[in-house]
């Protein structure tokens, strides 16, 4: 299929296989990428400027040079907690889980002084506070309670899967519902001291052991995963959508939805 000239401004793609597909003299002002597989891509004589990105960056090479490891590291450096999500033993992951805890009970009790209806006001298209939490929520039954515990059906109603994520029968996904927040808050703080109970008896024998495969439709899909790579993913989905309901936050404080 061949484009040339063709004028596609304010055109939407959604759930589009663009594969070996080549742009050639093509404007991209303005342009949002969202959930995005960029792997292999190759930029020839671009001009990249005023740009922002954020998500998994690994073997970024800007003009000769790889500049994923000297972002890494200036992101530790901006924040020495961020060394401690990369765990290597169980008592590194109890220590991780202490600084979760601690860091969310801070940002939680910054919202509470927001008016409520700011909580599930979205920033730029991405989840309210609440929806954030309730995503956590699900995180947690996805990859504690159903892939380590075995639970083929965690879910709560208040679950929210990521957008991404196809419709799979049984789990919930109710972008509607405006539940409080100190009911998502009931429901997340019964989800992390399930956490919390897993880390405390966590050995590391239990960190190499592959999980059973939990059929039934849901996530993870039905497969065998070690559990410390469960673990791991619970951590990474902790401290990153922190940051992401602590940037919205400030916006929200300051009057910028």
Not at 116 to 132: A, I, K, N
Not at 152 to 169: C, K, Q, V, Y
Request: proline letters at 7%.
């Amino acid at each position: 299929m061949d484009f040339t000239d063709d004028d596609l401004r304010n055109s939407r793609f959604r759930r589009v296989d663009l594969t070996d597909t080549e742009f050639h003299n093509s404007d991209f002002s303005r342009v949002q990428f969202r959930e995005c597989d960029f792997t292999g891509v190759v930029m020839r004589a671009v001009d990249l400027v005023d740009v922002s990105i954020t998500g998994d960056i690994k073997n970024l090479v800007v003009n000769g040079v790889d500049v994923a490891p000297y972002v890494e590291a200036e992101l530790d450096r901006r924040d020495p907690d961020r060394i401690k999500m990369r765990p290597l033993d169980p008592e590194g992951f109890r220590v991780a889980w202490d600084i979760i805890e601690r860091r969310w009970g801070e940002l939680v009790a910054r919202a509470r002084g927001l008016n409520p209806g700011l909580l599930h006001e979205s920033v730029d298209g991405e989840w309210s506070f609440v929806e954030t939490l309730r995503h956590l929520v699900f995180a947690t039954d996805a990859w504690v309670r159903r892939a380590i515990q075995g639970d083929p059906s965690p879910w709560s109603p208040l679950d929210l899967p990521w957008d991404g994520m196809a419709d799979t029968p049984g789990v919930p996904r109710d972008r509607l519902i405006r539940p409080s927040l100190d009911d998502v808050l009931e429901l997340r703080r019964d989800r992390m001291d399930g956490v919390r109970a897993v880390l405390d008896g966590l050995t590391e024998q239990d960190m190499d052991r592959f999980t059973d495969p939990v059929e039934g439709p849901g996530w993870p899909p039905p497969r065998s995963f070690s559990v410390r790579t469960c673990l791991q993913v619970v951590l990474n989905e902790e401290w990153l959508h922190r940051q992401f309901a602590e940037r919205d936050l400030n916006l929200l404080d300051a009057g910028s939805p």
